[in-house]
Every structure is written in structure tokens, then in C-alpha cells.
């Protein structure tokens, strides 16, 4: 039962602003949304998490509609390093199981200089 | 501190062996995740966790495989019988769901298992 709806991949060039939009069309009402990065042979990382409108933090922002049907993860001036494979999760505290903890295939990002 | 461990990160073994991969999650976190992944693929939720209450197995592929958390801490993913469609990285992660938000899950580095 697929809760996310990604890009399959994304290209950019260094310097530029790159978006992922992540749908997310059954949110539920105590559902936070929250984006992980994995890079090759690494396990996910956490990047940011948000319930509504915006969040920012020192690597990322996450813009987020007041119909929460689907967020938009913005990195500013990407690198090189930033090429890697970006997940969208969606669930609340309470949310276990495999329904819940679906991560996809993600959006692979790759940088070119 | 000190993050999430597995062990061991490489494990080759033969088809019909049997496997345990180790998990040391971070102090104090209540919560703890297995997953699968397979090259090139999203992560696959096999097992979780989370304090005295019986584990969500709904993830499991098969009945060969099986995990235990001990003391509320280390967790050992045991897989029977290996196949070789087993073959794939074991992600382990924890969190503290003892807040309001959703999880925030800390991963491992993971265990590459190899079936011959």
C-alpha cells in the first residue's frame, strides 16, 4: 500500500536549487512528513521533517500546501556531495508496519559540475 | 554520542546456512527497525520494536526469517535456510518515540549479506 509518490530520478548542475515533490494524496491528519537522504553503502539519513506551510533548517527546507496532499523538499546551491537518493516518508508516532514504514524507491539525485 | 552499530558489515555465506545479524541501537532509544534492501531498490520493512510490547512482525517475507530484541536493546536478525534471493543490505535503525512527532529514525550502516 504505497502512501508516496516520488520522481524516479532528478539532474541538476552545482550552484542550481533543486525540488523534489513528494504526493502524498491519503495524508492523514496526524501524519508529519519527513524527507531522509542515503547516500551509497550508507544507511538513510534524516534531513528534515515538517506538518504544515514551512520548515527550514541548516540544510534544507520543506514547503508544505494547506492541503498537505503533497510537500516540496528545496535544497539551495546544491554540490557534488549532495548526489544521492532522496526519500519521502509519511506517518505519525503511532503508525507501525509495513503500511506505515514503506520507504520506495526514492528520487535519485545526481549533481553534475 | 555514539550512533547505531551492525555487525557484522559483510557476510558471505552459503545457500541453506543459517545467519544472525546484530543490532546495537543508540542509548536509550525505545524503538527499533530492521529493513531490507536490495541493490538498487527502497528499503523494504521487515521488523519493529518497541519497548515491552510484542514486535510488529507484519513485514517478515518468510517464516526462516525471525528477530529478538534482548533487555530492550541489542536486537539479532536471524535468518534460516538462506536462499539466495536473501542477498541484500539489512538496515537496522532506532528512535525515541517518546515524543509527539513522528519518529525520526537513526540507521546503521548495515550488513551485507552475500548467499552463495
Known amino acids: 500500500l504505497a502512501k508516496t509518490t516520488q520522481p524516479i530520478s532528478m539532474d541538476s548542475y552545482e550552484g542550481q536549487e533543486v525540488n523534489i515533490t513528494c504526493s502524498h494524496n491519503?495524508?492523514?491528519?496526524?501524519?508529519?512528513i519527513t524527507w531522509y537522504q542515503q547516500f551509497p553503502s550508507q544507511g538513510p539519513r534524516f534531513i528534515i521533517q515538517?506538518?504544515?506551510t514551512k520548515v527550514t533548517n541548516e540544510v534544507a527546507s520543506l514547503f508544505i500546501p494547506a492541503d498537505r496532499k503533497s510537500s516540496t523538499l528545496s535544497l539551495p546551491r546544491v554540490s557534488l556531495s549532495d548526489t544521492a537518493v532522496y526519500y519521502c516518508?509519511?506517518?505519525?508516532?503511532?503508525?507501525?508496519?509495513?503500511?506505515?514504514?514503506?520507504f520506495g524507491s526514492g528520487t535519485r539525485l545526481q549533481v553534475q559540475p | 554520542g555514539a550512533g547505531v552499530s551492525q555487525s557484522p558489515s559483510n557476510k558471505v555465506t552459503e545457500k541453506g546456512k543459517d545467519v544472525e545479524l546484530r543490532c546495537d541501537p543508540i542509548?536509550?532509544?525505545?524503538?527499533l527497525y530492521w529493513y531490507r534492501q536490495s541493490l538498487g531498490q527502497g528499503l523494504e520493512f521487515l521488523i519493529y520494536?518497541?519497548?515491552?510490547?510484542?514486535?510488529?512482525k507484519s513485514g517478515l517475507p518468510s517464516d526462516r526469517f525471525s528477530a529478538e530484541r534482548t533487555g530492550g536493546s541489542v536486537s539479532t536478525l536471524t535468518i534460516q535456510r538462506t536462499q539466495q534471493e536473501d542477498s541484500a543490505v539489512y538496515l537496522c535503525?532506532?528512535?525515541?518515540?517518546?515524543?509527539?512527532?513522528?519518529?525520526?529514525?537513526?540507521f546503521g550502516p548495515g550488513t551485507r549479506l552475500t548467499v552463495l
Open positions: 520494536f518497541q519497548g515491552n510490547s510484542a514486535p510488529d
Open positions: 491519503n495524508i492523514a491528519t496526524n501524519d508529519y
Open positions: 542509548s536509550g532509544h525505545t524503538a
Open positions: 535503525a532506532s528512535s525515541d518515540r517518546r515524543g509527539g512527532r513522528a519518529d525520526t529514525q537513526y
Open positions: 515538517g506538518y504544515k
Open positions: 516518508l509519511v506517518g505519525d508516532r503511532r503508525d507501525t508496519g509495513r503500511r506505515a514504514l514503506t
